[in-house]
């Protein structure tokens, strides 16, 4: 008799798709696991291409450049079935500019007296922690967390380090003696061993770096063939609708769709306009996003930076970081040139973001010159710019609550937030492909049960 009753319900779930919010790795993963398993997906894709933040340009010059990832691992590659496409790097390192020298991070800072004595009483005599700064100081050393981490944690979020949670800190930190491991074991194997880059899977020596031939969007082709069928493009999700606290359709392009379950990738703080019909995500309404500029200019010459990547705790600059991405995939850049990208932290609307993009270029050339003035006249030009209000998650003390609430629930039955600005984590592209498997798990769960 319930068997009777409840199977129309059960066929009726079925036959509606699943509909996935935004073609990025996180959208486009969970849509071909969920097809895996025998669901119905629909791929709603606001933008002309997949890939989101990952997407990758190739001009006519032979320069190729990533918006966001430039760095995955081979496990990541093999996952998405793009090993074969897939080069290993060699080297990957990371300096930090202070005071007119360059550092290697972390053993070169670690190496200095004052930052090694400081952070010996931190690990002596901790002190309580309430926020970001005091994780820092904790963690580091207050010699350290003054010059470096705070400096940094505050150009990246655009918030004091006094007002961020420690779960900044802890987002970040791999590990003296992890560290000290993978970098011998990337001497001696001759590959950029990952450190890092996952905590939902173990790194080891047998992770590393490696980049897909073309540019880094070529990851993402093995599932896109998998799926492609199921995504419609230059199609925005402009509602969601929830009746008794459960999805049942959404609105895409003018049209409304019954879906038995929604997956959204896109920024929580816009979720409480895009779901109707609760009032239950009101809250990530004040959650905040640190918005980028990503900056590329040319030179001629190789390896101009003292490694990979170069971290710029210095107020006074536009940028806190700069990556020479030829340093440790030299086929991005034509021989004997190179390109620096440029991060700087902004708001939608002030003087950064307003410049044209021959005043950003000079802004970085200025800013580059003060801590390599040799480097002028290697200059060649500037390359792509890329502006985006939604680059970094902020983990503002006041709502952490909220979003460790949220990362376990949306709340809402049939509704699933996944990926960076779904999850609203600063999660790199292999954790979010491990964690959106998990998550389908969930979704298959829901949508097979009989309610
Ligand atoms: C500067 C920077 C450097 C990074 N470096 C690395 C790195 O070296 N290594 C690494 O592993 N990771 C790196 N990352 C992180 C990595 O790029 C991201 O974590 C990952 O690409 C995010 O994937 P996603 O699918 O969660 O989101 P996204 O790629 O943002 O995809 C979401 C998609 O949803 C679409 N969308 C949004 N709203 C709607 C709507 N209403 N309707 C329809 N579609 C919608 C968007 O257009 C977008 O395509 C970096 C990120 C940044 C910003």
Redesign the pocket.
Not at 44 to 47: A, K, R, V
Not at 235 to 238: F, H, I
């Given at each position: 008799m319930n068997v009777a009753v409840r199977a129309p319900a059960v066929w009726r779930r079925l036959a509606k798709p699943v509909a996935v919010?935004?073609?990025?790795?996180?959208?486009l993963t969970a849509a071909a696991d969920l097809e895996r398993r025998g669901l119905q997906v629909s791929v709603?894709?606001?933008?002309r291409a997949v890939?989101?933040?990952?997407s990758s340009f190739k001009d006519a010059e032979g320069y190729t450049y990533d918006f966001?990832?430039?760095?995955?691992s081979n496990r990541l590659a093999r996952a998405l079935g793009a090993s074969d496409i897939s080069h290993t790097v060699g080297h990957y390192g990371e300096a930090v500019a202070l005071a007119g020298r360059s550092y290697s991070y972390p053993f070169g800072l670690a190496a200095s007296p004052r930052y090694a004595a400081s952070a010996i009483a931190a690990r002596l005599k901790p002190g309580a922690v309430d926020n970001a700064a005091d994780w820092f100081r904790n963690a580091y050393g207050a010699a350290l967390a003054e010059d470096v981490a705070i400096p940094l944690a505050e150009a990246w979020s655009g918030a004091a380090a006094t007002e961020l949670s420690p779960a900044v800190g802890q987002k970040l930190s791999a590990g003296v003696l992890k560290t000290l491991y993978l970098k011998a074991a990337s001497r001696l194997t001759g590959r950029a061993v990952c450190n890092g880059?996952s905590h939902e899977m173990p790194e080891s020596p047998g992770v590393y770096h490696v980049y897909p031939e073309g540019g880094l969007s070529r990851l993402l082709e093995p599932t896109m063939q998998q799926i492609g069928h199921r995504i419609a493009l230059e199609?925005?999700?402009?509602r969601i609708f929830v009746e008794r606290g459960r999805v049942v359709a959404v609105r895409v392009n003018g049209h409304e769709i019954g879906v038995s379950a929604a997956i959204s990738?896109?920024p929580v703080h816009i979720l409480p306009r895009?779901v109707e019909g609760t009032d239950e995500l009101d809250e990530l309404g004040q959650f905040r996003y640190r918005p980028?500029i990503?900056v590329n200019l040319r030179f001629e010459g190789r390896n101009l930076l003292p490694d990979t990547m170069l971290w710029v705790p210095d107020r006074t600059q536009p940028f806190f970081r700069v990556t020479e991405a030829p340093f440790s995939m030299p086929w991005l850049a034509p021989e004997g040139r190179t390109q620096l990208t440029f991060?700087i932290g902004c708001e939608v609307g002030d003087a950064h973001w307003s410049m044209s993009d021959e005043e950003l270029a000079r802004t970085c050339l200025d800013g580059l010159c003060r801590i390599y003035p040799h480097l002028r006249t290697r200059y060649i030009g500037a390359g792509g710019m890329l502006k985006?209000p939604f680059?970094?998650p902020v983990y503002l003390s006041r709502y952490e609550p909220r979003r460790q609430e949220f990362a376990r629930d949306t709340g809402i039955a049939g509704f699933y937030s996944?990926?960076?600005?779904?999850e609203f984590a600063h999660?790199?592209?292999?954790d979010?492909y491990w964690r959106t498997l998990k998550r389908t798990q969930h979704v298959a769960d829901y949508v097979g049960r009989d309610v």
């Open positions: 919010i935004g073609a990025g790795i996180a959208g709603f894709e606001t933008g890939g989101g933040m990952a966001g990832a430039h760095f995955v880059y199609s925005r999700v402009e990738t896109a895009l980028m990503f991060d985006t680059a970094y996944i990926g960076r600005n779904g999660l790199l592209m292999e979010i």
